[in-house]
């Protein structure tokens, strides 16, 4: 336990910035931090329960402000997804990652790479051509690659998210709903679209061994997900209860800051290592 806490205090403070206090940030702050490239990847590891090796991470951006240090996701990913600015954000996040992931190929790492989509870019035709095109150019699988999508974003009408995710799932991208059962039409979502993993709300997971209903929530979640074929990922795993009970949940992966909080680029390879090292 000692070492799992000393590892995951390589990762990021859990204090937040100081801009909560400010509130969200301006647009043109916003565009600044695009043009300028403040925006930084976290990546916070994602566990195989069985044999606790490591599946992949998941990139979380951080905004580094000149003036506020490290911002969090709270704070811009609403103000840029009413402008098109989240498209930009999108696109900036998977080239830089895509980079990040063929570092760690070189360095011997097969690590499956979560990237979060905003429900605006499944409104864009274009969209699938512009990620396989980059895939291509990078000669990265698209299995590689999962997209995480809220599952509250998913307009259950539009006829363009649906064709736009087949056409990600068919060329074998991985999709993940995320944030499953905060929604209502948690249900439909799953029958229309073509998900191959689904993340049980860390709202959930937290509460689960002593709150009945959440425990109910995440077991029928995790039935549901069997019988549909779809991987299921436990994200809030946060201390070493959740983090024992997890296996026999039933989850296939498990994320949290149990295990690690996102971890900036540049120590992701050491914390790696030291992973494999005390679970081999
Ligand atoms: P999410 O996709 O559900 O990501 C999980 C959030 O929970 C992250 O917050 C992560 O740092 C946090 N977390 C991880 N482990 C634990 C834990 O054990 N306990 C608790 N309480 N929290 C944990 P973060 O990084 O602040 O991101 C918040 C949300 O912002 C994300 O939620 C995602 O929806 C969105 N987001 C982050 N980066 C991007 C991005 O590049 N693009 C888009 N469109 N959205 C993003
Ligand atoms: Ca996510
Ligand atoms: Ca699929
Ligand atoms: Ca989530």
Same mark, same amino acid.
């Given at each position: 336990?000692?070492?799992?806490?000393?590892?995951?205090?390589?990762?990021?403070?859990?204090?937040?910035?100081?801009?909560?206090?400010?509130?969200?940030?301006?647009?043109?702050?916003?565009?600044?931090?695009?043009?300028?490239?403040?925006?930084?990847?976290?990546?916070?590891?994602?566990? %195989?329960?069985?044999?606790?090796?490591?599946?992949?991470?998941?990139?979380?951006?951080?905004?580094?402000? &000149?003036?506020?240090?490290?911002?969090? &996701?709270?704070?811009?990913?609403? $103000?840029?997804?009413?402008?098109?600015?989240?498209?930009?954000?999108?696109?900036?996040?998977?080239?830089?990652?895509?980079? +990040?992931?063929?570092?760690?190929?070189?360095?011997?790492?097969?690590?499956?790479?979560?990237?979060?989509?905003?429900?605006?870019?499944?409104?864009?035709?274009?969209?699938?051509?512009?990620?396989?095109?980059?895939?291509?150019?990078?000669?990265?699988?698209?299995?590689?690659?999962?997209?995480?999508?809220?599952?509250? $974003?998913?307009?259950?009408? +539009? $006829?363009?998210?649906?064709?736009?995710?087949?056409?990600?799932?068919?060329?074998?991208?991985?999709?993940?709903?995320?944030?499953?059962?905060?929604g209502h039409s948690s249900l439909e979502r799953l029958r229309i679209f073509p998900f191959d993993e689904l993340k049980v709300d860390k709202s959930f997971m937290l509460h689960a061994r002593e709150n009945d209903s959440d425990r109910a929530i995440v077991e029928s979640s995790v039935m549901l997900a069997k019988r549909l074929g779809l991987k299921v990922v436990f994200e809030g795993i946060e201390?070493?209860?959740?983090?024992?009970?997890?296996?026999?949940?039933?989850?296939?992966?498990?994320?949290?800051?149990?295990?690690?909080?996102?971890?900036?680029?540049?120590?992701?390879?050491?914390?790696?290592? %030291?992973?494999?090292?005390?679970?081999?």
């Open positions: 336990d000692s070492v799992i806490k000393l590892l995951s205090s390589i990762g990021e403070k859990p204090k937040k910035a100081e801009s909560s206090k400010e509130g969200p940030l301006k647009i043109y702050e916003l565009i600044r931090g695009i043009e300028k490239e403040q925006f930084e990847i976290f990546y916070q590891p994602k566990i %195989n329960c069985s044999d606790r090796t490591i599946y992949g991470v998941e990139a979380l951006s951080r905004l580094n402000h &000149p003036r506020l240090g490290l911002v969090f &996701p709270d704070q811009f990913i609403d $103000a840029m997804e009413r402008t098109s600015l989240i498209n930009e954000l999108t696109r900036y996040i998977l080239e830089k990652s895509l980079e +990040h992931w063929k570092h760690w190929h070189r360095h011997g790492y097969l690590l499956n790479l979560a990237i979060n989509i905003s429900p605006k870019e499944l409104n864009n035709l274009d969209f699938p051509e512009y990620v396989l095109g980059l895939l291509k150019k990078k000669s990265i699988p698209p299995e590689f690659l999962t997209l995480e999508i809220t599952e509250t $974003a998913l307009d259950l009408d +539009h $006829a363009d998210s649906l064709e736009v995710l087949d056409r990600l799932s068919m060329h074998g991208i991985q999709l993940s709903i995320d944030d499953f059962g905060t201390n070493s209860d959740l983090y024992n009970m997890s296996d026999h949940l039933g989850g296939d992966i498990i994320q949290g800051y149990y295990m690690s909080r996102p971890i900036p680029e540049q120590d992701l390879l050491k914390w790696i290592e %030291n992973w494999i090292k005390k679970n081999s």
